[in-house]
Structures are given as structure tokens and as C-alpha cells.
């Protein structure tokens, strides 16, 4: 029974009808179902894009984990614990870290930011030298220090790495009274050499400057005191099995946090925008999709003999109710796959191509050319909502067509 009744609706869906308004109506139906499925494919794919080069520039000056104290700003932890953590099997590198508010001032010039004090392994793993301007991510050269500023902090600066220019002077608040406010008392100041420029995200580049970790903690006058433990894990490590090692070795006091934890607002923002673009777009295909409701109400009203032959053959109403949902849902189908191939098109052209540029291509922006990645969870997400508006608006229809009290007696006579 089912099957004649697939075979009888796909026959409707391609076959003329008795007036041409209602193959034009049919059409234009399955057009609005193409064009706001192939804007929902397009739109989730670019948002994944930007996603994907994000979470790249974050991950570039992110740790894999990171360890940090439940409560207060920093924690104790000497070379002895830190060498502890290199037995874990897994574990790549580690460096202790020392984070503090600063004030940088370049001649003139001033800006507010953060400090973060790192050991050798950003600059031996060479992990760190793509997000740099020359390539090389380095703190320590012939026994001197030198830092690597931010994208923002240097154009805020005004530092330029290919001159020759002044050190750059950083003033962090002196640990003691906190009522002392004299700038000679109240602040701890070394000047430092910036050696090069590294752009990640927006907002980090705007406020850190990478410094050597020991002379970090001469300018904040600690001794064994960290703000963190940053662990670097080898490429397929598992990474909860090292998470729980770490928990281990550490004790408690300390909680351990994985990339996403780390930016967790940050991660927040991009989903919650991405569903919240996939709830109005899904909303607009709703309403496309409700053109079904007018292309299958005159369906069923120009196949009335022929449900009136059916019926007096023995098929039963409800069977007759769901060969026009199944009528209704074709032609959201049709539309749904004609809009997803073309999506999915245009989506490959511009991931392989970068036709559709940013700014006009004009090396402005990170990227030239809009970013795009086609998520077939996104694809399998598409057509799951156009199948279910389709199935909603046709038995919509359905009803609405049949409730009709001449229509029922119509169908119901033998």
C-alpha cells in the first residue's frame, strides 16, 4: 500500500496538471525552498569558516592545557614540579607562566596591557614562529632578553621591529602597601628590547606582550610563584587521560583547563551567534516553505476525481491524507536538494577559489577571501529541518483542503 502511494505522489509531483497556474505555483514553491536552503548551507558554512580561523589564531598562542590556582592570582611551583609533569606519557613541553596587568611606554607613546613571562620552549619548539612577523619566535639571543609584542600593542606603540629604536619601558604595580601611589614607589619598571610582532586574535594582540619568564618574575619580585603551567601534548595524545595524569601529579588546589575552557566566552559567542543565524534562516524557509500549503491545496482540489477513483477502488482516507503530505513533502524535497547542490557548489568554488574577497582583497584583513568549510553534519542538519517544516506545512495543507464538509463527502462516497 505504501508503495503505490510513494509511486501515485512522485507521479503528481512531475506529471502536468489540468491548469498551468498550478504547475507555476508548484514551481515557485520549490524555488523558495531552494533559495532558503542554499541560503542556510552558504551562511553555516561561511560561519564555520570564520570558526575554523579563529579558533586557528587562538590555538596558535594557546596551550593545549593549562594549570592554574582555584583561588588567588598566583600559586607556588618550582622546577622539581614542573619536571614531574615531563614524565607523563604524552607530554610534549611545559612552560611556567607569570601573567600581570602593565603599562608599556615607548617615548611618547603609552598603552595599557598584560605581560606574560614564558620559558624556552616557545622559542625552541618552534610552534610559535608562524604567528610571527619574521619568522622566528625568540626571547633569549646572545644572553639578552627580548619580548614580542602584539599586533595591536605595537601599532599603539608605534614600534617598528626593522629600525632601530628606543627599549621599550614596562611598568607593572610594586607588590607591598597598595597605598603608596608615587609612580617612583608605587611601580616596578625594566626596559626591554621588542625583537617582533605576532598576530593571533584581535583582542589578544591588542594587549599581550610576550616576555622571557625570569625576567617576568624579577619585575613582579617572585621567586617560585607562577600564574600557570602551560602543558603542550604531542599530536594524538589523549588529551582527558593526560588532563586527569596532570590532576594527579598536581593535587588539589589547582584546576586544569583544556583550549575551549581557556576561551570559553569566547566559544560561547560563536555558537550561540551561528544557531542563532540557523534559527532566523530556518524561520524565513519556514514561511517559503508555506507556499506548499497554496501549490497543495490546488492539487488536491484538480485530483479530486481522481481521489474520488481511488476511494471507490478501497483506499482508505487516511491513506489518501497521506499521499498528499507525501505530495507536500516531495516538493520541499525538491527544491531542498536542488537548493543544497547548489550550496554545496558555490561553497567548494569559494573554499577552493576565494572568489568572494574581504575588503576587496587588498591584504587588509588576515585572510583575503571569505573563509568557508562545509560541515556534512550542517548538510544532514539542513535537509532533517526542510524535511520536517515540509511535513508540517503539507499536513497543514492536507487538513485545511479536506476540512471542507462538500470535500469529505466528495472523498467519502463510494
Do not use: C
Amino acid at each position: 500500500m505504501f508503495r503505490l502511494i510513494t509511486q501515485i505522489a512522485g507521479r503528481y509531483l512531475v506529471a502536468r496538471k489540468s491548469h498551468n497556474l498550478i504547475n507555476i505555483i508548484t514551481l515557485i514553491s520549490a524555488i523558495g525552498v531552494a533559495v532558503g536552503t542554499f541560503a542556510l548551507i552558504v551562511v553555516l558554512s561561511v560561519f564555520n569558516g570564520f570558526d575554523k580561523v579563529i579558533t586557528g589564531m587562538i590555538n596558535a598562542v594557546s596551550p593545549d592545557l593549562v594549570i592554574l590556582p582555584k583561588e588567588g592570582k598566583v600559586f607556588e611551583a618550582d622546577s622539581s614540579g614542573v619536571s614531574k609533569l615531563l614524565t607523563i606519557n604524552g607530554i610534549e613541553g611545559v612552560s611556567r607562566m607569570l601573567e600581570e596587568d602593565a603599562l608599556f611606554v615607548n617615548g611618547p607613546k603609552q598603552h595599557l596591557g598584560r605581560i606574560r613571562g614564558v620559558e624556552s620552549f616557545y622559542q625552541h619548539s618552534g610552534r610559535f614562529d608562524s604567528i610571527t612577523q619574521h619568522g622566528r619566535f625568540v626571547l633569549n639571543a646572545n644572553g639578552l632578553p627580548f619580548a614580542i609584542a602584539g599586533t595591536g600593542v605595537a601599532w599603539y606603540l608605534g614600534i617598528n621591529t626593522g629600525e632601530s629604536s628606543q627599549p621599550l619601558v614596562v611598568y607593572v604595580p610594586r607588590r607591598g602597601d597598595p597605598t603608596r601611589f608615587s609612580p617612583d614607589q608605587g611601580f616596578n619598571s625594566k626596559p626591554i628590547v621588542v625583537a617582533d610582532v605576532f598576530a593571533s586574535q584581535q583582542d589578544f594582540d591588542s594587549r599581550y606582550l610576550f616576555v622571557p619568564f625570569d625576567w617576568a618574575a624579577q619585575l613582579l619580585e617572585y621567586q617560585n610563584e607562577v600564574s600557570g603551567i602551560e602543558v603542550f601534548v604531542k599530536p594524538g595524545s589523549n588529551l582527558n587521560r593526560i588532563r586527569t595524569a596532570i590532576g594527579y601529579a598536581m593535587g588539589n588546589g589547582l584546576v586544569v583547563k583544556d583550549r575551549f575552557e581557556q576561551q570559553e566566552t569566547l566559544y560561547r559567542i560563536m555558537r550561540t551567534e551561528k544557531w542563532a543565524i540557523f534559527i532566523i534562516l530556518t524561520f524565513i524557509l519556514f514561511m517559503a516553505t508555506f507556499n506548499v500549503v497554496g501549490s497543495l491545496t490546488m492539487i488536491i482540489v484538480d485530483k479530486q476525481k481522481d481521489s474520488n477513483v481511488l476511494r471507490f477502488l478501497g483506499l482508505p482516507l487516511s491513506a489518501l491524507r497521506l499521499l498528499f503530505v507525501l505530495e507536500g513533502i516531495y516538493i520541499a524535497l525538491a527544491g531542498a536538494f536542488t537548493g543544497l547542490l547548489t550550496g554545496i557548489i558555490v561553497v567548494l568554488i569559494q573554499e577552493k577559489f576565494g572568489l568572494l574577497k574581504l575588503g576587496g582583497g587588498e591584504g587588509a584583513f588576515v585572510i583575503d577571501a571569505y573563509p568557508v568549510e562545509l560541515r556534512f553534519t550542517d548538510v544532514g542538519a539542513v535537509l532533517l529541518t526542510v524535511v520536517a517544516v515540509g511535513f508540517f506545512a503539507s499536513a497543514y495543507a492536507v487538513w485545511f483542503a479536506m476540512r471542507d464538509a462538500k470535500v469529505q463527502a466528495a472523498l467519502l462516497k463510494n
